[in-house]
């Protein structure tokens, strides 16, 4: 169902909807007509204000469930509260402090990130995530070892001394010559070189026809450089943090959607890929329910927003999943700050 324009609710609606919503995500309880005739102000009748929210259910925007007479807003309902009405509010100073204490510049990036995710997650009582950023791998040794007529073994050894396999399709016709010539190039010329780097080395001199290696020998080693740069891209490193706060006293009532979302969770590829998609962002993206396949079963949320380099450059991205029914007025702008405090440590 298309959203329904902000504007084309009338004042009185507009007042109605909005208080549905917010005592919805205060509680999680569906708000029924006699409760929102007590609130001050609203000098409307049960009556008056019921055939509103039905008006607000033809419209896509409130659902009734079959156990209340209440209603709730369904998930096209909390997109346009989102995206029209939230009044955010900034974070407390406590909160600042408490995310700023834990992005320190010594040691470890991953061990800061971990340590933003888990206070983030602890303040949202959601889950953290937080996407490590993507770095490319410098390289020191490297090595082809035939495993096959059709499939080489190719064996890098980083300036940290990591070591890391790759399985290589080969044409047969390529000789065990062209394997120890392949790998020694890579060890000899293009070591100390990130394998981007690398590879732009080897294009460069092949042009200036400086490579010294024959066509079989050039095509390994550009084989062998650029599946590491696309496996790097195609599983990008995830940190979760705080599953627990997702298994509270309010998921008790809903312990399978619960279970869904630990279920889906496991799966921290198709969540990286997700939360991925929120590098073009500005500034916060919103995922509601199953506005994204991963978590339509669930019915959960995502607030996520990217982190940047010195240079501006995107990087990484954090956020929190948890069900829709989120303060979002108070987390889409926690999620913010801590991707700004993020991106003041990123060098």
């Keep these: ?4 324009p902000i504007n084309e609710l009338n004042d009185r609606t507009r007042v109605i909807f909005r208080m549905v919503v917010e005592s919805y995500l205060d509680n999680g309880a569906p708000v029924g007509s006699r409760t929102l005739s007590k609130f001050a102000g ?3 009748s049960p009556a008056s204000i019921r055939n509103v929210m039905q008006d607000l259910e033809e419209a896509g925007l409130l659902a009734s469930p079959h156990t209340s007479a209440g209603r709730v807003p369904t998930e096209s309902g909390l997109r346009l509260f989102v995206d029209g009405m939230m009044q955010s509010a900034e974070p407390s100073m406590e909160e600042r402090r408490a995310i700023e204490s834990q992005i320190i510049s010594e040691g470890p990036i991953e061990e800061a990130l971990a340590a933003a995710t888990s206070v983030l997650s602890g303040l949202s009582a959601c889950a953290g995530i ?3 950023p ?5 390289l020191k040794a490297f090595n082809f070892a035939r495993l096959s007529p059709t499939q080489v073994l190719a064996i890098m050894v980083g300036s940290d001394n990591s070591v890391e396999n790759r399985l290589v399709a080969i044409d047969p016709t390529v000789s065990d010559s062209a394997l120890v010539e392949a790998s020694n190039y890579i060890s000899a010329r293009l070591s100390g070189l990130t394998l981007s780097e690398a590879l732009e080395h080897l294009d460069r001199e092949i042009r200036a026809e400086q490579a010294e290696l024959d066509a079989a020998s050039q095509k390994l080693v550009r084989d ?11 599983r990008p490193v995830l940190i979760v943090r705080g599953q627990s706060n997702l ?6 009532a809903d312990l399978d959607r619960v279970r869904q979302l630990l279920d889906e969770l496991e799966s921290k590829e198709e969540i990286a890929r997700l939360v991925d998609s929120a590098r073009d962002a500005q500034s916060t993206r919103i995922f ?3 506005e994204n396949n991963l978590f339509s079963l669930s019915g959960s949320s995502v607030i996520a927003a990217p982190y940047r380099e010195a240079g501006g450059k995107v990087v990484g991205v954090v956020g929190v999943i948890g069900p829709t029914r989120l303060n979002y007025a108070r987390i889409v702008p926690m999620v913010d700050f801590t991707a700004q405090a993020l991106s003041r440590l990123i060098k």
């Design 134 to 138: 993507k770095r490319d791998a410098v």
């Design 42 to 44: 609203l000098n409307l």
């Design 130 to 132: 937080v996407l490590v």
């Design 1 to 4: 169902m298309s959203q329904i």
């Design 224 to 234: 062998g450089l650029a599946i590491w740069s696309l496996d790097a891209n195609d």
């Design 247 to 252: 298994i509270d006293d309010a998921a008790a």
């Design 288 to 290: 509601i329910g199953s």
